[in-house]
């Protein structure tokens, strides 16, 4: 992409309205706009990102089995006056009448709907195990959205939902989620702390929350030193196998969320040095709450010794957008983002120092072709613009890789890569600087 032809709105100045660091870098470098409070549209640079999170998620949920359906933004109130949550949701939920007067919502998750589902269709316990889940739009007329994408009202979520024939299926399906999740956040390196949860409106016994360390976190947690040594993309799983000691192995330590921490507990089970009391970003959400949605819904199957029984469920929610924000809270400096490479807007930022010169234009016209042609995302600054100002530009939006092409450098046949992580900078021959992005 061309940068005199992308339309991507950066700003130099600090806007006023930005709490916190990831919100200030997404308005500055042009990724969302503001439609209404909590409400946002996402501009091509944060579409970009929030389309390979997404993907990533995606991989990641299909790898344990589970199967990608789409329901829809709005549902029907009486389903939700079936599992009898249309009245406990309270205000959260923006409910609508159509224009034959019927009552309507915006879904804030999909428990109803998924349940009605199985309840139509799965009638043999031959048809079990099924997780399925929807990478879908969410409303939650939340009383304070803050913080840009983080608290929104409209927001992109990832949930899944597994139906099972009886607990212990279930605990596998949850497992199988979990070990996920771990994977899914060490993909976009993020450091995701699974902790003991309270279960809230979705109700359920066991539920845990994925929690990313950060000072600007909405809640206070506390945990285990020991879960921040740890590497989790080493985690080669064959999820048809027992993940139990995986799990064990990741809940044996202590971690928790504010609502279900034990001050006592902490201390006799955490020594002094390794107590961490911070903040997080609760990325993920994982429940397990057994027939609370099959009951009602009547989501029975017969089993195979000729008596019948209700489905076991769990719902495993996902924040998709919310991890754009995440991941520019967890990595970032005074001049911008910067970004992880697999979740990179482009993988390199081509920088034309002088725009209109014959031979830098030609280098870089020829390097922005030969990057395109082997599939590397390139965005080129092609603009007749100041190199202090490309610069800027640049380390805002925080692309992995930078490639400075000037008069001087191609007088003796080199360009500068750049890492926008460490800042090292290498001087290289064209053909050698291609080569390292794989061009
Ligand atoms: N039905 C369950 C699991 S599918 C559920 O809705 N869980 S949840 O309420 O915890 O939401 C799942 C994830 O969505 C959260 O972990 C969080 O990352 C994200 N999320 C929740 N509310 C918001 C919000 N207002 N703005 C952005 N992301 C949010």
Not at 53 to 73: N, S, W
Not at 111 to 129: C, G, W
Not at 368 to 377: Q, R, S
Request: aromatic content about 10%; charged content about 30%; glycine content about 8%.
């Amino acid at each position: 992409m061309r940068l005199t032809q992308y339309f991507l709105p950066t700003m130099k100045e600090t806007p006023s309205e930005a709490q916190i660091v990831s919100h200030r870098y997404m308005l500055r470098a042009g990724m969302i706009r503001q439609a209404s409070a909590g409400i946002y549209s996402w501009l091509p640079l944060g579409h970009r990102v929030l389309k390979k999170i997404e993907q990533i998620v995606r991989e990641e949920q299909d790898a344990t089995g589970a199967q990608e359906i789409l329901m829809p933004t709005i549902q029907s109130a009486d389903l939700w006056r079936q599992s009898g949550r249309y009245e406990d949701y309270g205000k959260e939920m923006l409910r609508i009448t159509d224009r034959h007067e019927r009552d309507m919502l915006y879904g804030p998750t999909n428990e109803e709907q998924v349940t009605e589902i199985a309840a139509a269709y799965i009638k043999s316990y031959r048809q079990l195990p099924k997780n399925l889940y929807h990478i879908q739009w969410k409303f939650r007329d939340e009383v304070r959205p803050r913080f840009g994408i983080m608290r929104g009202r409209e927001f992109l979520m990832k949930d899944a939902y597994s139906f099972d024939i009886d607990a212990e299926s279930g605990r596998r399906a949850y497992n199988k989620m979990f070990v996920a999740y771990l994977r899914t956040f060490a993909r976009m390196e993020l450091k995701a702390i699974p902790m003991r949860a309270d279960t809230g409106p979705i109700g359920g016994d066991m539920s845990h929350e994925f929690i990313i360390l950060a000072d600007t976190g909405e809640s206070a947690v506390f945990c285990h030193r020991d879960f921040l040594e740890r590497d989790v993309l080493a985690l080669d799983v064959d999820y048809e196998s027992d993940l139990q000691p995986i799990v064990d192995e990741w809940t044996g330590l202590y971690a928790a969320t504010d609502e279900m921490h034990d001050p006592a507990q902490f201390e006799r089970e955490v020594p002094a040095e390794s107590r961490v009391s911070d903040r997080g970003i609760e990325v993920g959400h994982i429940f397990f709450f057994g027939e609370k949605y099959s009951k009602p819904f009547g989501a029975i199957v017969p089993t195979p010794e000729g008596g019948e029984t209700t489905m076991q469920m769990g719902s495993y929610g996902i924040g998709v957008s919310r991890l754009v924000g995440a991941i520019i809270e967890a990595s970032h400096d005074d001049k911008g983002i910067i970004w992880p490479e697999a979740v990179a807007p482009f993988k390199v930022g081509l920088i034309n120092l002088r725009s209109g010169d014959d031979d830098c234009d030609a280098a870089c016209d020829d390097i922005y072709d030969k990057l395109n042609a082997a599939g590397v995302e390139v965005l080129y600054d092609d603009r007749p613009e100041r190199a202090g100002s490309k610069f800027a530009d640049m380390d805002l939006i925080g692309l992995p890789w930078q490639l400075v092409v000037g008069p001087r450098g191609l007088k003796n046949g080199v360009v500068e890569l750049k890492s926008r992580r460490t800042g090292e900078t290498e001087e290289l021959p064209v053909a050698v600087a291609l080569e390292r992005l794989g061009g």
